[in-house]
């Protein structure tokens, strides 16, 4: 069984690691990544391919940034050409990024079967482009992967039918298991001289919140109001710096007191940075989930989420309110003891991977 998987941004590549993995381990099976180039740096792309232990993309169609239409028309062309040479049993889209919309679509106009790892999972907000992207490609694939219990009521209330989707788990927290330990051993927390649970881990580079100057300033004012308690850790992600030096803000982040300041990290410096933060402040969608497995109070400067089992088990507080004093109020809670423990949501235990492999093997036996 010969199957095509695609990457094209950050969030997918440790997604796709242990898919990959299951993959290889498999006799009959035969995997070939193609990465689509929309995440191109070193520290966006590379070092997770090292750190993951994937290999080299085995089709890099090096699209990289620009409009979601530049950026969706290309990938098309390019992945068209690829499944025409490689003709493959199935094309395996992960995520909700714009590779996994462009892909999924691609593949099934040319008649091969496509599955949705991550499916059903809705924030009702469609001027999120990832809700964008996930409505397009639950609505098409053949088979669609479902991480927590709401993934299965919103593909339900979709009319999508019930022998398309699987309850399977969730294959990023596959990767966390996989690497947790490893990742004790690096060195990040001397490297920025923090100590465990001294800090206060910071990330925000949703669209919504860092591309006008009023989101930027409300995110400096968290800034600001965290380093009252801890030091801060601010991972800053390529659009928020981007976009702070457009606005002429970036100088003001660099000399806030308490504050370090450091680009994207790698996985396992960034998984042991999660394991160890006093809280995470984030807007990112897979933050939540990691922050939940690990029983990390977590705060997501967003109004709504598409991860609504990270809120009802796990350690996540929503921002209904995107103002930096509501913010604060719930960070000083927190920080006097008031986080939520939370508990591991059902299946997140390290095999999803696998329950995909064996559901597409069969699937794939019984069609044969
Ligand atoms: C994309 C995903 C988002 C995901 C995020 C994680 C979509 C619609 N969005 O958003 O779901 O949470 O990735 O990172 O697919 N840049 C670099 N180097 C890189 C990549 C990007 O400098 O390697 C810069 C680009 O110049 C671009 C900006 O960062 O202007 C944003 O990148 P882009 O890929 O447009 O979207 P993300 O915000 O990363």
């Known amino acids: 069984m010969k199957i095509i998987l695609v990457v094209g941004a950050r969030p997918n590549f440790m997604k796709i690691a242990p898919i990959y993995r299951a993959f290889e381990a498999h006799e009959d099976m035969e995997s070939k990544i193609v990465h689509t180039g929309q995440h191109y740096d070193e520290k966006m792309s590379d070092i997770f391919f090292n750190q993951l232990g994937l290999p080299k993309p085995h089709f890099y169609l090096g699209i990289g940034g620009g409009s979601h239409t530049y950026q969706k028309a290309?990938?098309?062309?390019?992945?068209?050409?690829?499944?025409?040479?490689?003709?493959?049993?199935?094309?395996?889209?992960?995520?909700?990024v714009n590779a996994t919309a462009a892909c999924s679509i691609t593949g099934v106009k040319m008649g091969y079967p496509v599955a949705h790892v991550e499916a059903g999972l809705r924030s009702g907000d469609r001027n999120m482009p990832e809700e964008v992207n996930r409505i397009i490609t639950d609505a098409i694939s053949n088979y669609l992967f479902v991480t927590e219990h709401s993934g299965l009521v919103n593909l339900?209330?979709?009319?999508?039918?019930d022998e398309k989707v699987f309850f399977v788990g969730n294959v990023m927290i596959d990767s966390?298991?996989?690497?947790?330990?490893?990742?004790?051993?690096?060195?990040i927390l001397d490297e920025l001289e923090v100590s465990a649970k001294e800090y206060i881990l910071m990330t925000m580079?949703?669209?919504?919140?860092v591309d006008h100057e009023e989101g930027l300033k409300s995110i400096i004012q968290i800034i600001k109001d965290a380093t009252s308690h801890k030091k801060v850790v601010f991972a800053i992600h390529p659009r928020t710096s981007?976009?702070?030096?457009?606005y002429g803000l970036y100088?003001?982040?660099?000399?806030?007191?308490?504050?370090?300041?450091?680009?994207?990290?790698g996985y396992l410096q960034f998984l042991k940075l999660m394991d160890n933060a006093a809280l995470i402040i984030t807007d990112s969608g897979g933050i939540q989930e990691e922050t939940t497995f690990l029983q990390v109070p977590c705060m997501t400067f967003r109004n709504s989420t598409e991860r609504p089992i990270t809120v009802e088990l796990g350690t996540n507080f929503l921002m209904q309110d995107l103002n930096p004093h509501s913010?604060?109020?719930?960070?000083?809670a927190i920080m006097a003891g008031h986080a939520k423990q939370g508990i591991i949501p059902p299946l997140w235990d390290g095999k999803a991977a696998e329950r995909?492999?064996?559901i597409l093997y069969q699937e794939h036996q019984s069609k044969a």
């Open 74 to 96: 290309n990938v098309m062309l390019a992945f068209e050409k690829i499944l025409n040479d490689e003709q493959p049993d199935l094309v395996l889209v992960v995520g909700d």
């Open 156 to 161: 339900a209330k979709e009319n999508v039918p």
């Open 176 to 187: 966390l298991v996989h690497f947790r330990e490893q990742s004790k051993g690096v060195g």
């Open 205 to 209: 580079h949703r669209p919504a919140n």
């Open 242 to 246: 981007n976009n702070l030096k457009k």
């Open 251 to 265: 100088e003001e982040v660099e000399q806030i007191p308490g504050l370090v300041l450091v680009g994207p990290q």
């Open 327 to 332: 913010v604060k109020e719930q960070m000083d």
């Open 356 to 358: 995909i492999r064996d």
